[in-house]
């Protein structure tokens, strides 16, 4: 009762504060790693808008998306439940799928649409598109979007220019499919879509949003599921050969410069002291690429993986005059981010099983996190398997390990899709705090706490697993390459000729 009377008095002080409910911008980077960041150590990235948030607002050491690749992990951010509820598993969707992310799971954005928000998503959605469209942006509670609906990678790309002046995409990209294309709600405006122009027009849309909401009075929500910083990597102009670090770091600082002026756009309409921004990304980095794939830091492999370095991540929370800055150590995850913001702007929680906590007390008071445990499913989940690890405390337990194509050619023998699946019983136990790099498995012999500890995690292990109720499989409905989408629908021959 205390802890809740706590919270209402929280989100009140929020209030009478801000005068009006609060603002919302959620950005989220794609295939980044821990180590990517300047202000997480990375010697030549130049991030100076986020290095900005970071230093006027409080970073996380210990938060963590719930999957190591794409579509589950989106799922988890915008409904606050595990991708094996919403059935986005096992791995991505494509631009055929049948299935997408259920109609019937809430958004982020539908729990705010009832009090009155404005809601907008910009950039990769890659939640499913579906027959005529079912499962967009724009039918899951966006008013607007402008992007490609799922992966950039996932149509040609040998032949698309990515850097200027007419430098081509590194690699192939998936061949025997549609080119990829930009869609502005469920039309689709260009295809192929133009990479130099892309972020230009991202930032356009997303600041013209975020403009409109502020001179009508209404509060927003603003969700930027940046395509940066996955393969193949481009810039334009603005941000092309500007860093340090090659294409990686011109693509992370064309994002970097499209978060400054989306802080510019609330300071010029008066807003950024009732805006909420965070910052976080939905796996970690794909190291096969090599200097093209990003850096988990001192963290162990990356993408595909359940190790730290393919589901802990950097986190940034802004909020001037609110969040008082600061590094927290406190647990926490993107199921969390939807629980929080329905906490701050006063809405109602959807009536299902939840897996997020609310955040508040972190971000405003820098208090102790709701969240005891993390739980770690691989790629492609299944009941007879559970959970490959769990996260209790500083202490996580490796009941299963196994290593992935998208984490390969790294000197760890751990990591690579060689280091095949591994049963651990007992499990692997680290001491995160001690060994953030999963490097020394503590023994039981001799170590009456560890064994206690151990039981414990069994425990928790076991009452999770018997809550969790497996939806069906989006992705297992298969894929229909009618369902591709294509700016010529009738022409012929697919998919060469979809063009526009």
Same mark, same amino acid.
């Given at each position: 009762m205390y802890f809740n009377l706590l919270g209402f008095l929280t989100v009140l002080l929020v209030y009478s504060c801000a005068g009006s409910?609060?603002?919302?911008?959620?950005?989220? +980077?794609?295939?980044?790693?821990?180590?990517?960041?300047?202000?997480?150590?990375?010697?030549?990235?130049? %991030?100076?808008?986020?290095?900005?948030?970071?230093?006027?607002?409080? *970073?996380? !050491?210990?938060f963590y998306c719930t999957s190591p690749v794409?579509?589950?992990?989106?799922?988890?951010l915008l409904t606050g439940r595990y991708q094996t509820r919403s059935g986005i598993y096992p791995g991505v969707l494509y631009p055929g799928s049948v299935g997408g992310l259920p109609l019937n799971e809430t958004t982020i954005a539908e729990v705010l649409k009832p009090?009155?928000?404005? %809601?907008? +998503?910009v950039g990769k959605w890659h939640l499913g598109v579906g027959p005529n469209g079912t499962f967009l942006p724009t039918k899951q509670g966006f008013d607007q979007y402008l992007g490609i609906p799922y992966s950039h990678d996932m149509g040609p790309c040998h032949n698309l220019t990515c850097f200027p002046p007419d430098v081509k995409c590194f690699g192939l990209c998936d061949v025997g499919t549609?080119?990829?294309?930009? &869609?502005?709600n469920d039309v689709i405006k260009q295809q192929p879509v133009n990479f130099l122009d892309l972020e230009r027009a991202y930032s356009d849309f997303? /600041?013209?949003?975020?403009?409109?909401?502020?001179?009508?009075?209404?509060?927003?929500?603003?969700?930027?599921?940046?395509?940066?910083?996955?393969?193949?990597?481009? +810039?334009?102009?603005?941000? +092309?050969?500007?860093s340090l670090r090659g294409r990686f770091g011109d693509a992370l600082l064309e994002f970097d410069n499209t978060i400054g002026s989306l802080l510019a756009t609330l300071e010029k309409t008066g807003v950024i002291n009732n805006t909420l921004?965070?910052? !976080?990304?939905?796996?970690? =980095?794909?190291? &096969? *690429?090599?200097? *093209?794939?990003?850096?988990?830091g001192l963290l162990k492999c990356g993408k595909g993986t359940t190790y730290e370095g393919g589901m802990r991540e950097p986190a940034i929370a802004f909020w001037p005059g609110t969040i008082t800055p600061g590094v /927290?150590?406190? &647990?926490?995850?993107?199921?969390?981010?939807?629980?929080?913001?329905?906490?701050l702007a006063g809405a109602k929680l959807p009536q299902v099983q939840l897996d997020?906590?609310? &955040?508040?007390?972190?971000?405003?008071?820098?208090?102790?996190?709701? *969240?005891?445990?993390?739980?770690?499913?691989?790629?492609? =989940?299944?009941?007879q398997y559970g959970l490959f690890a769990l996260r209790l405390g500083k202490y996580k337990a490796h009941f299963y390990t196994r290593g992935a194509t998208h984490s390969g050619t790294t000197p760890d023998k751990d990591c690579p899709v060689f280091a095949v699946l591994t049963a651990h019983d007992p499990p692997l136990i680290f001491d995160l705090e001690a060994d953030p790099s999963e490097n020394y498995p503590l023994p039981l012999m001799g170590r009456p706490d560890i064994r206690d500890l151990l039981e414990r995690i069994k425990v928790v292990k076991q009452q999770f697993e018997a809550s969790m109720v497996f939806g069906e499989s989006q992705i297992a409905k298969g894929n229909d390459p009618l369902l591709e989408p294509c700016c010529s629908p009738q022409c012929s021959p697919k998919p060469s000729c979809c063009r526009c």
């Open positions: 409910p609060p603002n919302f911008i959620l950005l989220f +980077a794609d295939d980044l790693g821990f180590g990517d960041l300047g202000c997480y150590g990375h010697p030549t990235s130049l %991030t100076p808008n986020l290095d900005r948030l970071a230093a006027g607002g409080l *970073r996380f !050491t210990d794409c579509s589950p992990s989106r799922a988890s009090l009155g928000y404005a %809601t907008a +998503a549609v080119s990829v294309p930009l &869609m502005r997303a /600041t013209g949003f975020i403009t409109a909401a502020a001179r009508n009075g209404k509060p927003f929500f603003l969700y930027y599921p940046s395509h940066h910083t996955h393969y193949p990597q481009y +810039a334009g102009p603005g941000a +092309a050969g500007q921004v965070f910052f !976080t990304a939905d796996n970690g =980095p794909e190291l &096969m *690429r090599m200097s *093209r794939g990003g850096n988990a /927290t150590h406190e &647990m926490a995850s993107t199921l969390d981010v939807l629980p929080t913001i329905a906490s997020g906590v609310d &955040m508040t007390e972190i971000l405003i008071k820098h208090g102790q996190s709701k *969240r005891e445990t993390m739980m770690f499913y691989p790629t492609d =989940p299944k009941e």
